[in-house]
């Protein structure tokens, strides 16, 4: 594992230099975005709201925050009770300093808060305002609550996963607020340019449930045109055969590997060294593999078996044959491409206590990724992960200008905790 | 600062100039931008992108022009063609991105470079060029030139290690979904890079993304490099059902099956309160189970076995709504037709309609992306046919005369 920073052009100053972004809302998708923007360059600035910690600063549970960093790095972190009038009356000022204000608060909650977005155009005339939600902010569902992990199933994904004898196939993970967080940086920076380019700014409204859906894929049109429903076929693919992933040696192992033509059959043929199986003319073109696959895939099996799945990867690939092992977690870490990319980079944490003040949490040592987005010509900051309030003093001091006593006396009144 | 001349911001991108050189990989990068606004050419070899070959087609038909496929990713495109095989074609295109503001391409790392086309030689004709390079494993490493589809970038990234049943093998995610992830941060990128060009240094610059490396941040809440750092363990596949979450995941009920998940104490009491309601058995009541997700880890199979007897009582829909209004996270598992049919993506301006002149297609309703705006329109223009804009560009923009398009088309460079 390196440490050598992905920021070695800092000298250069980044994409988004000048922009400053207050984002202000929990969990995985909103905080994705804002990292995004502060590796681009922008100052973001995170408001966490209330007394009641964010959940996610405490994941993975096993460690308390040591999966953190991957969302809030490279962020100015200020504590705020927007519950209070002077909290209230902080955050606008803090939208008036601000390019983009952004939320993935419902309207019901905001408009609890006393924060509406025509009062923020009246801080701030030109901000660009994202406003994300899990089913939509507006319609039957606004006040309804999703979370991540089920959004798979509700945006159709499930259904099309796995075998149709089983239950719905699912991804261990908080599937569309990954699609979310990424979609919203695009959206804001476009705002920004539109901004520049006419003056005029816009309010763009996102949910977790639309990027789900915006990302079923052509399934959408076959249904409306064909009146088919998704096929659900394993591993198998119309346009490729074999098309699957092979047991090999070890616990848990396998090789994905995927033939599209008969250029690559030959090919996979010869790195098996052409066993006489292969020879068999139903197995010549592709529509005779694909109706021999069973077949086909208990003979592959046969062979990749005993066999390392990171030597077959490469031995398949060497041949021209493209295949990939199954990443594990090991494989990931010690990765010598991912490492020569940098692209996982050591990282500090905060060991997230409950009823234990944020400066008091003890600090431990994390790995983090870096943006998967590698520009010749800007930085990308990896970004340094602040402590829930360890930038109060430059945000309410140095950008809002109060003085040390106001500080200390919103301080006082629970204001800034 | 850029001139637009007809720009006053109905579209939230500006038009700028984008040539599409990319596969399935990457192709909804280039639409993403389209669709809000950009100016997209497909620049297509003279026989059509491979995609245009792949199913499914109306009537299971094959015809290049109804490659539903290409339809769901090349909406809002243009479309032109040309042989970078061949010297006149190259000469075309380096023309072409002489004028272009970004290029966007899913070829091997060698493809454009080996025909004297790639950025360094690009870029010396126009210092603003913005390059994205989508390719399986990156354009550096030694992994480079390894070759991926959905399927091995799928399992190479650790994605498909994690999704499935426990005790049968990993599982593709049926969507083709490492095709959004690297698509999704190349267009970041590109914007990024132009907001860095037109308002900051007026530079262009090369961007490179790896398949694999933005499909592993696409489950970072299983963060499996620090679950092996930290712990020595190899995450794995749990199936439907959570282990963490109790109860969570998808549950057989009248019609189909119901997504639901309970979190915080509130929501268990919630939830025992009305499958109490509806079985009258008191057991669910048992203080055993209430508290958070720990305290009813061990009671996992008997918690599953109360809410499945529960739910077989109830359609999809009665248990989405009075979930909601219990307060507890119920959502449908919904298919294709489910989606087209419901009334929050209706009413939040999600679908569009396009009509086909083709009438074996008609008019179908594509996803409009994730932002709704009152302030800015999406397009909602088909995808192209093959070819479509020759003219346009080739003579309107390049000042071709007509005998030499013509002779272009004779000679297969177009």
Sequence with gaps: ?417 | MPRFDDYTGENLIPPYRILDLTDRRAAFCARLLADYGADVVKVEPPGGDPSRRLGPYPADSPNTERSLDFMFYNTNKLSITLDLDSESGRALFRRLAADADVIIESYDRHYLYDRGIGFDALRADNPGLIMASVTPFGCTGEWADYRGDDLVVMAASGYMQITGEPDEPPVRQGNEHSHYPAAQYAAVGILAALYHRDFGDGTGQHIDVSSQEALITYYTDAHPALLWRKLGQNVTRVGTNSTLVIPLGAYPCKDGWIAAGVITPREWDSLAEWIHEVTGNDEVLSETYRGGNQDRAEHIDIITALFLEFAENFTVQELFHEGQRRNLVFLPVNEVADLLADPQLAESGFWYDIEHDDPAVGTVKYPLGIFHSEEVQARRHPAPILGADNAAVYQGELGLTADELAALKAGGVI
């Design chain 1, 1 to 417: 594992m390196t440490t050598a920073p992905v920021d070695s052009q800092a000298a250069c100053f980044a994409a988004l230099t000048g922009i400053r972004v207050v984002e202000f809302g929990p969990y995985v998708a909103l905080p994705l975005t804002g990292r995004i923007l502060g590796s681009l360059g922008a100052e973001v600035i995170k408001v966490e709201t209330n007394k009641v910690l964010d959940e996610m600063a405490f994941i993975p549970a096993w460690s308390r925050g040591a999966g953190q960093p991957e969302y809030q790095r490279g962020k100015r972190r200020i504590t705020l009770d927007v519950r209070t009038d002077a909290g209230r009356d902080l955050m606008l000022e803090m939208a008036r300093i601000s390019d983009v204000f952004m939320t993935n608060f419902r309207r019901n909650v905001l408009d609890r808060w006393g924060i509406d977005f025509p009062e923020i155009r009246r801080q701030r005339p030109d901000a660009i305002i994202m406003w994300q939600t899990g089913l939509g902010g507006h319609g039957p569902y606004y006040t309804y609550k999703s979370f991540g992990i089920l959004v798979q199933h509700l945006s159709g994904v499930s259904l099309m996963t796995g075998l149709p004898d089983e239950p719905p196939g699912v991804v261990n993970t908080s599937y569309s607020d990954y699609h979310t967080g990424v979609f919203q940086p695009a959206g804001i920076i476009a705002a920004l340019m539109r901004r520049n380019l006419t003056g005029k700014t816009a309010t763009l409204e996102s949910s977790i449930f639309k990027s789900g859906v915006a990302t079923c894929g052509p399934a959408l049109l076959d249904y409306q045109v064909n009146g088919r429903g998704p096929q659900r076929r394993g591993n198998r693919d119309a346009w490729a055969a074999p098309h699957g992933v092979y047991p090999c040696a070890g616990e848990d192992r396998y090789i994905a590997i995927s033939i599209v033509d008969d250029e690559q059959w030959t090919k996979f043929r010869q790195a098996m060294d052409d066993p006489a199986w292969a020879a068999a003319p139903e197995y010549e073109t592709r529509i005779g593999r694909q109706r021999n696959h069973d077949a086909l895939d208990a003979a592959i099996s046969d062979w990749t078996r005993p066999q390392d799945s990171a030597q077959l990867m490469n031995t398949l690939q060497a041949a021209g044959v493209p295949a990939g092992i199954v990443s594990q977690g090991q494989d990931l870490h010690d990765s010598a491409h991912l490492q020569s990319r940098n692209f996982y980079q050591d990282t500090q944490y905060w060991e997230a206590e409950r009823d234990v003040k944020a400066t008091e949490w003890t600090e431990g040592e994390s790995v983090s990724w870096s943006i998967p987005a590698r520009m010749s010509g800007t930085p990308i900051a990896f970004g340094k992960y602040s402590n829930i309030g360890e930038d109060n003093a430059y945000v309410f001091g140095d950008l809002l200008g109060l003085t040390n006593e106001e500080i200390a006396e919103l301080e006082a009144a629970g204001v800034i905790y």
